[in-house]
């Protein structure tokens, strides 16, 4: 029997769930916003204000399946084993569309329990994907092959992000809004912005090396090591709270990427998919000063989140899924038009978002923003669709 084409690679189903949810989720952000600021109701009343549902819906629906489909795929290739089978990753695909269905249709119709359903289903997919991660980690381990620190910080990360989700989901339910507040922190700086990191600590060297001549793979451990403390002394600093410690961390974190930014620019000619990455990585250095000077004086609205979501964590994603989408469905390894155009709403986007914050979330701007978002990414998320729905263009498998 054949298998269905969105079984036949472990990127193909998550890639679609989160692809799907990210277009949808900006239709919806921008809907809600034009009632707001605009007066014009196009969905249903709900009694939850849509700013609060915003954010833990963003971060657990769009980031999580693209996070997933990636690392199912990557994973076992880091340690040098063969690709995982459908029955491991399958199921974790079709929990991420079920949750995702469920808390999509919440959202719609201003049901703030069927979230929280929808979440519970996705927590059950991302113990899934965290335990068959787990086994190729350890199996690694107990074969004596090299420990792949990478894998071991891709897990921390996701137990994190795993932990954010129960707490997401938990406050959703108990309506507890400085609770909502701490399991956002959780998952962006206890997953989001580790692992975005970790992959780009492991990745991006490694393409720069292939395409660039004479460039030198710069990619110590102790990189890794230095970025989970700062990003955990930062996480500490915002729950307990202690505005100079998260103020410490984030100033550090700026320092870093800065420093690894410089290390890793190619000094040669590049092409345009590697250009991308640097380019998304030059975001974290303002980023992370924006969230020191937040912790301080928090006069900047959301300005530092969303440098750090829009203009690092959605361009990377943007440019890697463009990767993996190309090179797994016999493309040619380049970005397309599509995803130029979304590369570029991005960065405008980021920096619009960034000036509403700093105009105290001034509305017009917002609106500007959300329908940029969404046209931007909107022919890029429909190209990436025929791509998952397709066989790939070279008859190979997968």
């Given at each position: 029997?054949?298998?269905?084409?969105?079984?036949?690679?472990?990127?193909?189903?998550?890639?679609?769930?989160?692809?799907?949810?990210?277009?949808?989720?900006?239709?919806?952000?921008?809907?809600?916003?034009?009632?707001?600021?605009?007066?014009?109701?196009?969905?249903?009343?709900?009694?939850?204000?849509?700013?609060?549902?915003?954010?833990?819906?963003?971060?657990?629906?769009?980031?999580?399946?693209?996070?997933?489909?990636?690392?199912?795929?990557?994973?076992?290739?880091?340690?040098?084993?063969?690709?995982?089978?459908?029955?491991?990753?399958?199921?974790?695909?079709?929990?991420?569309?079920?949750?995702?269905?469920?808390?999509?249709?919440?959202?719609?119709?201003?049901?703030?329990?069927?979230?929280?359903?929808?979440?519970?289903?996705?927590?059950?997919?991302?113990a899934a994907g965290l335990i068959a991660l787990l086994r190729v980690t350890l199996r690694c381990e107990?074969?004596?092959?090299?420990?792949?620190?990478?894998?071991?910080?891709?897990?921390?990360?996701?137990?994190?992000?795993?932990?954010?989700?129960?707490?997401?989901?938990?406050?959703?339910?108990?309506?507890?809004?400085?609770?909502?507040?701490?399991?956002?922190?959780?998952?962006?700086?206890?997953?989001?912005?580790?692992?975005?990191?970790?992959?780009?600590?492991?990745?991006?060297?490694?393409?720069?090396?292939?395409?660039?001549?004479?460039?030198?793979?710069?990619?110590?451990?102790?990189?890794?090591?230095?970025?989970?403390?700062?990003?955990?002394?930062?996480?500490?600093?915002?729950?307990?709270?202690?505005?100079?410690?998260?103020?410490?961390?984030?100033?550090?974190?700026?320092?870093?990427?800065?420093?690894?930014?410089?290390?890793?620019?190619?000094?040669?000619?590049?092409?345009?998919?590697?250009?991308?990455?640097?380019?998304?990585?030059?975001?974290?250095?303002?980023?992370?000063?924006?969230?020191?000077?937040?912790?301080?004086?928090?006069?900047?609205?959301?300005?530092?989140?969303?440098?750090?979501?829009?203009?690092?964590?959605?361009?990377?994603?943007?440019?890697?899924?463009?990767?993996?989408?190309?090179?797994?469905?016999?493309?040619?390894?380049?970005?397309?038009?599509?995803?130029?155009?979304?590369?570029?709403?991005?960065?405008?986007?980021?920096?619009?978002?960034?000036?509403?914050?700093?105009?105290?979330?001034?509305?017009?701007?917002?609106?500007?923003?959300?329908?940029?978002?969404?046209?931007?990414?909107?022919?890029?998320?429909?190209?990436?669709?025929?791509?998952?729905?397709?066989?790939?263009?070279?008859?190979?498998?997968?």
């Open positions: 029997m054949t298998r269905p084409i969105l079984l036949a690679a472990p990127h193909r189903l998550p890639f679609l769930v989160g692809t799907a949810n990210l277009l949808l989720l900006a239709l919806w952000w921008l809907l809600r916003l034009t009632e707001l600021h605009a007066g014009v109701a196009l969905l249903p009343p709900g009694d939850v204000p849509a700013g609060l549902l915003h954010g833990p819906a963003m971060l657990n629906l769009v980031f999580a399946p693209f996070v997933f489909g990636f690392l199912l795929t990557t994973f076992p290739r880091w340690m040098g084993y063969p690709d995982l089978t459908a029955r491991t990753y399958g199921p974790v695909g079709a929990l991420l569309a079920a949750g995702s269905a469920i808390a999509l249709a919440g959202l719609v119709m201003a049901r703030p329990e069927m979230l929280v359903a929808g979440f519970a289903v996705e927590a059950a997919a991302w107990t074969d004596g092959k090299p420990r792949v620190w990478h894998a071991w910080s891709a897990l921390l990360a996701l137990t994190l992000g795993f932990a954010g989700l129960l707490m997401a989901a938990f406050a959703l339910h108990a309506m507890d809004g400085a609770l909502l507040v701490a399991a956002m922190r959780m998952t962006i700086l206890g997953f989001l912005l580790p692992v975005f990191l970790t992959v780009a600590h492991r990745m991006v060297p490694f393409f720069a090396g292939n395409v660039v001549q004479g460039y030198v793979r710069w990619r110590p451990d102790w990189l890794l090591v230095l970025i989970w403390a700062l990003l955990l002394a930062s996480l500490g600093g915002a729950l307990l709270p202690l505005p100079l410690l998260a103020a410490i961390a984030n100033s550090g974190m700026a320092i870093t990427c800065a420093g690894l930014l410089w290390k890793w620019w190619p000094r040669g000619p590049a092409p345009g998919l590697l250009k991308v990455l640097f380019w998304s990585l030059a975001w974290t250095p303002p980023g992370f000063a924006l969230l020191a000077l937040a912790a301080l004086q928090p006069v900047h609205g959301r300005a530092a989140d969303h440098a750090l979501l829009i203009g690092f964590c959605a361009s990377l994603l943007v440019a890697m899924v463009t990767r993996v989408s190309h090179g797994h469905s016999g493309r040619p390894l380049e970005m397309s038009r599509s995803a130029w155009f979304a590369f570029a709403a991005l960065q405008l986007a980021a920096l619009l978002r960034i000036t509403a914050a700093l105009e105290l979330e001034a509305g017009s701007l917002l609106l500007v923003t959300a329908a940029l978002f969404l046209l931007g990414l909107a022919p890029w998320c429909l190209v990436n669709f025929g791509i998952y729905l397709r066989a790939r263009l070279d008859g190979k498998p997968g």
